[in-house]
């Protein structure tokens, strides 16, 4: 804690202290009366605030902080709708297993049900979808309380908590050295243990036995750090990798064993229905993988489920093998035991494997070529794939834009390129932008985005030019909420209520401040990209596309 003991200090004072020992430099916020106390606070601790205009963008800039750093993102909001509108972004990180904090500014704890303005206890509103969620009643145990929140959003799967702190609460003044504290852990997400020798044993055997494996890596190696034992383990084995569309990316460098992603709407290469063993590893029992049930997985195929957390490694019915720990120790475990053993490497099938994956890209991208004349969803994609630095941060927010981005994968899915997440929102976008420009002030930060999901939080632009927040966006613009079109055609003949007017995205882009750019022909993109990256505000290349989603 930046403070000497003995010394007095608000109880929001001691707040922001104990947040920047953990590790957070920013907050996002909508500013709001219940939040002046810790607003003051964070002034006098030197905390940076941005601020936004909708609390559903405070809530995404919190959990994309988490998504893209493996560390606590924190927003904060007044009481009452303010925090229902938050609880957005708090879902999308329950979902995806992301570390965030909530902060909801209320009334007065001593007022709290007498009526006063925004009288709301906000914690059973938060507490279904959080790890921790806490009333901040009593001012000595602050330090104690962010201990346990913090513990909590890190520890087994990472995930969203939430304190409520009363505006008299926050306001109190407290001597620090009678507050209890715990030893400071930092806000990164830990890694839980290993596996029990007997667990890897029967792994081995059944790996070992094996023709036909499939390695599906969830957002759960992504948040255990085990980017480079997953590659290690694929290798060494010769096991065709694939991620779940929306999860986290854990591959680093191109990789001859990375397959794509499963579970798309678009459809892709047929491997887990002709897989004899599958090892979930950190992934979710959920559509993606068809609830692990035929047809999509064969019903006398084996499959290992490797999860940090015990009841979702439990989830739905049990399997040959689920063993509980951290993705990353396990399959370092694994690499080793498989080793040891002399399991046999299954290339002949990843061969096949990559002959199946690249037939149906190339599927996909002769699709394209059938479309009437101009612009396409594979075109902008490729065009972005081809600007990318190693080091860009590339967010993709949108239906089927962000089909035609997994379909085209280049062999590689590094963690700092982000997707929606298991929820499959959009809207996420713009302030999930201003987020990574947050975090990694000197890196490319490019969003990739439908203009359905655009507009969600389009005037956080104006935040975002305001507050030295540059990104650029490339606004793929069909005029539709494109993948409902392509169900609605397919099963009924016909969009239903899912058809959108012209908007002119680079003009609303200047008048927020930012500049606005229009790309009517291909090669236009690559050059106005390039000049985007090097601009000092944020950057809205408006594209209109034709309609197209890879599986259609």
Not at 105 to 113: N, V
Not at 298 to 304: L, P, Q
Not at 418 to 446: E, F, K, Q
């Amino acid at each position: 804690m930046a403070c000497k003991r003995g010394r007095s200090m608000t109880v929001a004072d001691v707040l922001v202290a104990e947040l920047r020992e953990r590790g957070v430099t920013s907050v996002a916020t909508l500013n709001g009366h219940g939040l002046d106390p810790f607003y003051l606070a964070c002034q006098r601790g030197g905390m940076r605030v941005i601020g936004v205009r909708n609390e559903q963008a405070a809530g995404y800039m919190a959990e994309v902080t988490g998504r893209l750093s493996r560390r606590v993102g924190v927003c904060a909001v007044s009481g009452a709708v303010a925090h229902a509108n938050a609880l957005t972004g708090v879902l999308n990180a329950a979902l995806d297993g992301a570390p965030m904090l909530l902060i909801t500014g209320i009334t007065p704890l001593a007022r709290l049900g007498y009526g006063d303005f925004q009288d709301f206890n906000p914690v059973p509103m938060a507490a279904p979808i959080c790890k921790y969620a806490r009333l901040v009643d009593a001012p000595e145990q602050i330090g104690q309380i962010v201990h346990e929140a913090f513990v909590a959003a890190t520890s087994g799967r990472p995930g969203p908590v939430h304190l409520a702190l009363p505006m008299d609460v926050a306001a109190a003044e407290i001597d620090v050295a009678s507050v209890p504290r715990s030893q400071v852990r930092s806000g990164d997400v830990r890694p839980t243990g290993a596996a029990e020798k007997q667990s890897i044993d029967e792994a081995v055997q059944l790996i070992g036995r094996a023709e036909h494996p499939v390695l599906v890596a969830g957002s759960g190696v992504y948040y255990a750090g085990g980017e480079q034992v997953l590659a290690e383990f694929a290798d060494q084995q010769q096991i065709p990798t694939v991620v779940p569309i929306w999860d986290r990316g854990t591959i680093v460098e191109p990789a001859g064993t990375f397959m794509g992603v499963v579970g798309a709407a678009s459809g892709g290469a047929r491997l887990l229905p002709d897989a004899d063993l599958i090892i979930l590893a950190g992934a979710e029992f959920d559509y993606r993988v068809g609830q692990l049930s035929p047809p999509i997985v064969r019903e006398d195929a084996s499959v290992i489920r490797i999860h940090a957390d015990e009841l979702r490694l439990r989830r739905g019915r049990e399997m040959s093998l689920s063993i509980q720990g951290s993705p990353r120790t396990i399959l370092a475990q694994l690499t080793e035991a498989c080793r040891s053993a002399g399991c046999k490497p299954t290339g002949v099938w990843l061969a096949e494997a990559a002959r199946r994956r690249d037939e149906y890209r190339q599927r996909c991208l002769a699709a394209a070529d059938k479309l009437p004349a101009g612009l396409n969803g594979r075109d902008v994609v490729l065009d972005i794939l081809e600007v990318l630095s190693d080091d860009s941060l590339l967010l993709v927010d949108g239906g089927n834009i962000g089909q035609w981005f997994h379909q085209l994968l280049p062999g590689r899915y590094p963690g700092h390129w982000v997707t929606c997440g298991a929820s499959g929102v959009v809207g996420w976008g713009v302030p999930g932008a201003m987020a990574a420009r947050a975090l990694h002030p000197d890196r490319p930060v490019i969003l990739l985005s439908g203009d359905g999901s655009f507009t969600f939080t389009i005037a956080e632009l104006e935040c975002a030019a305001r507050q030295g927040l540059a990104f650029v966006a490339v606004v793929a613009d069909d005029q539709q909420w494109g993948i409902s079109v392509s169900g609605h055609v397919r099963d009924y003949g016909a969009p239903l209520y899912s058809l959108l007017g012209p908007t002119r995205l680079d003009t609303v882009a200047e008048g927020f401040g930012c500049r606005g750019v229009r790309v009517e022909k291909r090669e236009q993109l690559p050059g106005a990209l390039r000049a985007a990256l090097s601009a000092d505000v944020p950057t809205v290349i408006h594209v209109p596309i034709r309609p197209s989603c890879p599986g259609d």
